[in-house]
């Protein structure tokens, strides 16, 4: 079992940065690859980054290519998703996930966080 729980999102503007971080619970968290899912009202949810168990790999949602880095830190059992000149039409509820194995955009993730709430201003 897996405890998630994210945190760092607020009130941006647009352009502007944040930085998201999830911290993981239990002691096998570098056999897990995580992601970043988003979605925001009246959206289905929407995988915007993954990152391999090791760290070695990522894969991003080509919206956000260029903009935003998930990267970990297994020390720490912590996950970030650096997200930068974020766009107005950006704003949604941000998700922390876990699954046992290799990192996947398809897959299913069977651990999640409560979610963060990411806001841009225009």
């Known amino acids: 079992q897996v405890q998630l729980a994210e945190t760092g999102g607020g009130l941006v503007q647009a352009g502007g940065s944040l930085r998201l971080s999830c911290t993981a619970s239990?002691?096998?968290?570098?056999?897990?690859?995580m992601a970043w899912f988003r979605q925001a009202p009246g959206k289905e949810r929407e995988l915007v980054a993954a990152i391999s168990p090791s760290g070695s790999s990522t894969v991003n949602d080509d919206a956000v290519k260029g903009r935003f880095t998930i990267s970990r830190d297994n020390a720490k059992n912590t996950v970030y998703l650096q997200m930068n000149s974020l766009k107005p039409e950006e704003p949604a509820v941000y998700y922390c996930?876990?699954?046992?194995?290799?990192?996947?955009?398809?897959?299913?993730?069977?651990?999640w966080g409560q979610g963060t709430q990411v806001t841009v201003s225009s």
């Open positions: 239990g002691r096998t968290f570098s056999s897990y690859a």
């Open positions: 996930a876990a699954r046992p194995g290799p990192l996947s955009r398809y897959g299913q993730y069977d651990y």
